[in-house]
Nanobody
Framework: QVQLVESGGGLVQAGDSLRLSCAAS????????MGWFRQGPGKEREFVAG????????YYRESVKGRFTISRDNGKNTVYLQMNTLKPEDTAVYYC???????????????WGKGTLVTVSS
């Protein structure tokens, strides 16, 4: 099975940018749709972005459209989440996940990293 490790989180100010990385091992990510989820303080986990196996199709939740970009490098077995114009409401633990199914189908995401914390101060 695939193991996932996120990195790149940190404390930033509103308006700043961060790039999260998700390094995979054990299996090649070319076999999986990949996604990013987040869970803010006191909130439920939510689906932020997803990308299909080739990288040709993506999904974004409405609140991050135009600010976040998901991408993947199958050769490096890594997925990225570029986050621009960050807002305090983006504060959350961000999780990388892999799915053998469709990139837009949340129940299919069965492999998870442990998360990386992003804190956006106002």
């Amino acid at each position: 099975q695939v193991q996932l490790v996120e990195s790149g989180g940190g404390l930033v100010q509103a308006g700043d940018s961060l790039r999260l990385s998700c390094a995979a091992s054990g299996r090649t990510i070319s076999n999986y749709a990949m996604g990013w989820f987040r869970q803010g303080p006191g909130k439920e986990r939510e689906f932020v972005a997803g990308i299909n196996r080739s990288g040709g199709s993506t999904y974004y939740r409405e609140s991050v459209k135009g600010r976040f970009t998901i991408s993947r490098d199958n050769g490096k077995n890594t997925v990225y989440l570029q986050m621009n114009t960050l807002k305090p409401e983006d504060t959350a633990v961000y999780y990388c996940a892999a799915s053998p199914g469709s990139y837009y189908s949340i129940p299919g995401y069965g492999y998870w990293g442990k998360g990386t914390l992003v804190t956006v101060s106002s």
